[in-house]
């Protein structure tokens, strides 16, 4: 089993930065890629970015790219998710997930207009 455990939401104003961090507990977080998803009131949960376990490769969703940057400290058995230039359709409940089958309980992140 692992345990996920998100924080670093809040509300911030358009155009503003933001930086979520998961961290891990559990069995040995290096061996699994992570990614966050997100779900806005009404919607379906989807997908925003994720790494290999490694940290060599990511990949991110098209609404996001250029704005948010996905990384990983395996030592501190961490991933991030650095959100930059962000938008009021960003508003959401994000989820960090490891190997997309644990999941956290979520970090609400709302922007203003």
């Known amino acids: 089993q692992v345990q996920l455990v998100e924080s670093g939401g809040g509300l911030v104003q358009a155009g503003g930065s933001l930086r979520l961090s998961c961290a891990a507990s559990?069995?040995?977080?290096?061996?699994?890629?992570m990614g966050w998803f997100r779900q806005a009131p009404g919607q379906e949960r989807e997908f925003v970015a994720d790494?290999?376990?490694?940290?060599?490769?990511?990949n991110y969703a098209t609404s996001v790219k250029g704005r948010f940057t996905i990384s990983r400290d395996n030592a501190k058995n961490t991933v991030y998710l650095q959100m930059n230039s962000l938008k009021p359709e960003d508003t959401a409940v994000y989820y960090c997930?490891?190997?997309?089958?644990?999941w956290g309980q979520g970090t609400q992140v709302t922007v203003s207009s």
């Open positions: 790494i290999s376990w490694t940290g060599g490769r990511t």
């Open positions: 997930t490891a190997d997309f089958r644990y």
């Open positions: 559990g069995r040995t977080f290096s061996n699994y890629a």
